[in-house]
């Protein structure tokens, strides 16, 4: 047998009041254990305090046709229109008029309204200042470094250039541009596409850099040009057409994660009737999508749309849970039973969109969008924390409706409920349905669930689609945490280890917020937040990061002389019998030796650890204090291990 003692302080609170003065012995069975499931690590997408706008999706410009930005909510919380507007574009020139216009033709029929750009009679004296420019979303990154894409429409009678360039609102220059040259076009043309990409000469200093489109002043004095769907793309990850933003791309990407549970969330419920997550309105040309009024906020474009997810998961190898709408609004309106039919027939047609053959009919639809080939998706869950809805329709009706359906379709479909089995006692889930926990909670109750799932009730899977610590020692109830801590990431490890110990009953879990954005959001946690310039990693993400890249197939049997606490701990392999011993200090002290023996293990062990200064550290813009280590170290004389640290 070989062993190795391990001084460690994983994750460790060195403030910590508790005192171990004794080693810890984990001896690690090399036979039994449970196969744990294929997926367990995963990602939650939906697009949430710009998580999607202006985060992810590639996008630069904000409001690009003028479908509207902020949503109100009327004294009876629902949703209150119109929302088209002209807000974060500026008119430039001091001739320039912007209005909000709805002349015919429109441009498509989801987008009704466009911008028309008068300029006063007479003018011309600053004929190359004529035209307007947009904020983007809290400003834009500009560099050198890439490419970008502009486009937009134009209606109207003009003959001469127009020039996109990126401004600096810090140093009053320009730091690139592109010229249309030569446009000839008259009002009967209707509307025209222009689009041509360029690289800037220069980077911005900072985030406050504008888009601006300007023409022949001169030109179209005392007359107006119309424009709509006037966008800018920084160059996407692995150039994907429509794709996403390459730095939170990538960092997602290196989590590690094997499902993408999309689209929500809250987003996928809608705040109030009509307005919900319409699969049929995010595909196609993203002129053809009329966007919705999110539940976060602000309009959403849904330019992040089905078929872009789809390719997300493929890019990502993530499966796909699929969220599909369960007839139930954020008022709390439940559609009826009688009346609930053509929704289930809309999520069929989803359902086809997806899995269908090329010669069905919405098999040919997604065929005609360039993916000839169904896609492959093995879990759909109906609606979203549909316990909210105290009526009961749910577990009355809903939840069959959709499910009996769905599995008539597709038998092998794994049906995930958004509800807890416990809640109900007549009718019950069937036996064997997932069920969608989420647990949020302070960091010591995330720590006291680490036994929480070791007693369920194994009829009834558990898929935990989001879990987060929100809240610490000091803050409670509404004071959420601004960021992951030291502390409060911690207790997430020692949660996700009683998950992994779990893994037989545990499909997946996933982080419940995947992104924010900096601006939108400072105030409550996140893995990861961003600004047009920087993204932050938080404590929460180095977490899952260090848990998803260390996956075993197989939880494996542990005996320890002592109990737990504050040293937590689950070992898996894999099949070709690499261990992960994964130890978290939680509230422990830095120096705890821990015997680890794995029985007939060759001499090499790899050891990553992750910690940070002290147990209110959070990683913040430009200062990250998370510390991740790995070494090899070949004196070990036991297996291969993950997730302690130093001193041996
Ligand atoms: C395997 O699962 C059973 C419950 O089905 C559980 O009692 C046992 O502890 C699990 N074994 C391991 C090594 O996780
Ligand atoms: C506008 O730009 C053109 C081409 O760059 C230039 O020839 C012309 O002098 C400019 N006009 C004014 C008024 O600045
Ligand atoms: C540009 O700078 C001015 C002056 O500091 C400021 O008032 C304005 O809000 C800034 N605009 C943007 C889009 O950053
Ligand atoms: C575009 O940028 C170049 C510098 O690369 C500059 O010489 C030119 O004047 C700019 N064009 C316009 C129309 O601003
Ligand atoms: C999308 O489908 C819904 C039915 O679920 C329908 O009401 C709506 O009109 C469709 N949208 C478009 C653009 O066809
Ligand atoms: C689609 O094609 C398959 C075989 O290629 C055929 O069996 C099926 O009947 C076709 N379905 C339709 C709706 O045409
Ligand atoms: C589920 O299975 C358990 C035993 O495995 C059984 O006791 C229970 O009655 C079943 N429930 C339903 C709803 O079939
Ligand atoms: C800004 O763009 C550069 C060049 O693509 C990229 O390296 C950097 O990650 C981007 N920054 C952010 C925060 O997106
Ligand atoms: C671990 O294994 C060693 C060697 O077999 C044994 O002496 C010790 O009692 C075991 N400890 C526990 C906690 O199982
Ligand atoms: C087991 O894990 C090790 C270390 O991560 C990896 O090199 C190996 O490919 C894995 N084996 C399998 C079968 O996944
Ligand atoms: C970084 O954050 C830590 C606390 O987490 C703080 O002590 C340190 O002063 C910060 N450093 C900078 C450069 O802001």
Same mark, same amino acid.
């Given at each position: 047998?070989?062993?190795?003692?391990?001084?460690?302080?994983?994750?460790?609170?060195?403030?910590?009041?508790?005192?171990?003065?004794?080693?810890?012995?984990?001896?690690?069975?090399?036979?039994?254990?449970?196969?744990?499931?294929?997926?367990?690590?995963?990602?939650?997408?939906?697009?949430?305090?710009?998580?999607?706008?202006?985060?992810?999706?590639?996008?630069?410009?904000?409001?690009?046709?003028?479908?509207?930005?902020?949503?109100?909510?009327?004294?009876?919380?629902?949703?209150?229109?119109?929302?088209?507007?002209?807000?974060?574009?500026?008119?430039?020139?001091?001739?320039?008029?912007?209005?909000?216009?709805?002349?015919?033709?429109?441009? %498509?029929?989801?987008?009704?309204?466009?911008?028309?750009?008068?300029?006063?009679?007479?003018?011309?004296?600053?004929?190359?200042?004529?035209?307007?420019?947009?904020?983007?979303?809290?400003?834009?990154?500009?560099?050198?470094?890439?490419?970008?894409?502009?486009?937009?429409?134009?209606?109207?009678?003009?003959?001469?250039?127009?020039?996109?360039?990126?401004?600096?609102?810090?140093?009053?220059?320009?730091?690139?541009?592109?010229?249309?040259?030569?446009?000839?076009?008259?009002?009967?043309?209707?509307?025209?596409?222009?689009?041509?990409?360029?690289?800037?000469?220069?980077?911005?200093?900072?985030?406050?850099?504008?888009?601006?489109?300007?023409?022949?002043?001169?030109?179209?004095?005392?007359?107006?040009?119309?424009?709509?769907?006037?966008?800018?793309?920084?160059?996407?990850?692995?150039?994907?057409?429509?794709?996403?933003?390459?730095?939170?791309?990538?960092?997602?990407?290196?989590?590690?994660?094997?499902?993408?549970?999309?689209?929500?969330?809250?987003?996928?419920?809608?705040?109030?009737?009509?307005?919900?997550?319409?699969?049929?309105?995010?595909?196609?040309?993203?002129?053809?999508?009329?966007?919705?009024?999110?539940?976060?906020?602000?309009?959403?474009?849904?330019?992040?749309?089905?078929?872009?997810?789809?390719?997300?998961?493929?890019?990502?190898?993530?499966?796909?849970?699929?969220?599909?709408?369960?007839?139930?609004?954020?008022?709390?309106?439940?559609?009826?039973?009688?009346?609930?039919?053509?929704?289930?027939?809309?999520?069929?047609?989803?359902?086809?969109?997806?899995?269908?053959?090329?010669?069905?009919?919405?098999?040919?639809?997604?065929?005609?969008?360039?993916?000839?080939?169904?896609?492959?998706?093995?879990?759909?869950?109906?609606?979203?924390?549909?316990?909210?809805?105290?009526?009961?329709?749910?577990?009355?009706?809903?939840?069959?409706?959709?499910?009996?359906?769905?599995?008539?379709?597709?038998?092998?479909?794994?049906?995930?409920?958004?509800?807890?089995?416990?809640?109900?006692?007549?009718?019950?889930?069937?036996?064997?349905?997932?069920?969608?926990?989420?647990?949020?909670?302070?960091?010591?109750?995330?720590?006291?669930?680490?036994?929480?799932?070791?007693?369920?009730?194994?009829?009834?899977?558990?898929?935990?689609?989001?879990?987060?610590?929100?809240?610490?020692?000091?803050?409670?109830?509404?004071?959420?945490?601004?960021?992951?801590?030291?502390?409060?990431?911690?207790?997430?490890?020692?949660?996700?280890?009683?998950?992994?110990?779990?893994?037989?009953?545990?499909?997946?879990?996933?982080?419940?917020?995947?992104?924010?954005?900096?601006?939108?959001?400072?105030?409550?946690?996140?893995?990861?937040?961003?600004?047009?310039?920087?993204?932050?990693?938080?404590? %929460?993400?180095?977490?899952?990061?260090?848990?998803?890249?260390?996956?075993?197939?197989?939880?494996?049997?542990?005996?320890?002389?002592?109990?737990?606490?504050?040293?937590?701990?689950?070992?898996?392999?894999?099949?070709?019998?690499?261990?992960?011993?994964?130890?978290?200090?939680?509230?422990?002290?830095?120096?705890?030796?821990?015997?680890?023996?794995?029985?007939?293990?060759?001499?090499?062990?790899?050891?990553?650890?992750?910690?940070?200064?002290?147990?209110?550290?959070?990683?913040?813009?430009?200062?990250?204090?998370?510390?991740?280590?790995?070494?090899?170290?070949?004196?070990?004389?036991?297996?291969?291990?993950?997730?302690?640290?130093?001193?041996?």
């Amino acid at each position: 047998m070989a062993s190795v003692i391990i001084r460690f302080g994983l994750l460790a609170n060195i403030l910590s009041v508790f005192q171990v003065t004794h080693a810890l012995t984990l001896n690690v069975s090399t036979t039994g254990g449970n196969a744990s499931s294929p997926i367990l690590y995963g990602l939650l997408f939906e697009d949430v305090y710009h998580s999607g706008d202006g985060g992810l999706y590639a996008e630069l410009v904000q409001n690009r046709a003028f479908q509207g930005t902020t949503i109100n909510l009327d004294s009876n919380n629902h949703v209150e229109g119109p929302f088209q507007n002209l807000d974060y574009w500026h008119s430039s020139g001091p001739e320039v008029t912007l209005t909000l216009d709805n002349q015919q033709p429109s441009l %498509s029929d989801a987008l009704p309204y466009h911008m028309r750009v008068d300029v006063a009679s007479g003018s011309g004296s600053d004929n190359n200042n004529t035209g307007f420019w947009n904020e983007g979303f809290w400003g834009m990154n500009i560099t050198t470094a890439t490419r970008y894409a502009a486009n937009f429409y134009l209606r109207g009678d003009y003959e001469g250039d127009i020039v996109c360039a990126f401004w600096s609102n810090t140093t009053n220059s320009m730091l690139g541009n592109t010229t249309f040259t030569g446009i000839s076009q008259t009002d009967s043309d209707g509307w025209k596409l222009y689009q041509q990409t360029f690289t800037p000469f220069a980077s911005g200093p900072d985030e406050k850099n504008t888009f601006h489109l300007t023409f022949d002043g001169t030109a179209v004095a005392g007359s107006n040009l119309r424009f709509n769907m006037i966008s800018v793309f920084q160059q996407t990850w692995k150039n994907g057409n429509n794709g996403l933003r390459m730095d939170l791309a990538e960092a997602m990407n290196d989590i590690g994660g094997k499902y993408l549970r999309m689209p929500g969330g809250n987003n996928l419920e809608g705040q109030s009737s009509p307005y919900r997550w319409k699969w049929n309105e995010t595909i196609g040309s993203i002129i053809d999508r009329p966007g919705f009024p999110g539940t976060w906020g602000y309009y959403n474009t849904n330019g992040l749309g089905l078929l872009e997810m789809m390719q997300w998961c493929i890019d990502m190898g993530l499966e796909t849970i699929l969220g599909v709408w369960g007839g139930y609004y954020l008022d709390h309106e439940v559609v009826a039973e009688a009346d609930l039919q053509p929704y289930i027939d809309d999520v069929l047609n989803e359902l086809e969109f997806l899995l269908g053959p090329e010669n069905s009919t919405y098999g040919s639809l997604r065929a005609s969008l360039g993916y000839p080939d169904p896609f492959t998706i093995k879990y759909v869950e109906i609606g979203n924390e549909d316990f909210f809805d105290s009526s009961n329709s749910y577990i009355n009706y809903r939840f069959s409706m959709f499910s009996d359906a769905i599995k008539a379709a597709y038998p092998d479909m794994i049906i995930i409920s958004s509800i807890w089995s416990g809640y109900f006692t007549d009718p019950v889930l069937p036996n064997g349905t997932v069920q969608d926990l989420h647990d949020y909670f302070s960091a010591s109750d995330m720590v006291s669930k680490f036994n929480g799932y070791d007693n369920a009730d194994r009829n009834y899977p558990v898929l935990v689609g989001e879990y987060a610590a929100i809240y610490d020692d000091e803050h409670t109830n509404p004071n959420q945490l601004d960021n992951p801590t030291l502390q409060s990431a911690t207790s997430e490890a020692v949660y996700i280890l009683g998950l992994e110990r779990n893994s037989d009953l545990v499909v997946g879990f996933s982080h419940g917020a995947l992104i924010k954005s900096l601006h939108d959001e400072p105030d409550n946690v996140a893995m990861m937040k961003h600004s047009p310039t920087e993204i932050v990693l938080s404590m %929460s993400y180095y977490v899952a990061k260090l848990f998803a890249t260390n996956y075993g197939s197989q939880t494996v049997p542990v005996t320890a002389d002592t109990g737990y606490g504050p040293l937590y701990w689950s070992v898996m392999k894999n099949e070709s019998e690499t261990y992960f011993v994964k130890i978290v200090n939680y509230d422990g002290v830095d120096s705890t030796p821990v015997m680890v023996n794995i029985p007939g293990k060759s001499n090499e062990a790899k050891l990553i650890t992750l910690t940070a200064p002290d147990m209110y550290s959070s990683n913040l813009p430009g200062n990250t204090t998370s510390i991740w280590t790995e070494t090899t170290n070949k004196k070990l004389r036991g297996g291969k291990i993950v997730g302690a640290r130093n001193d041996w």
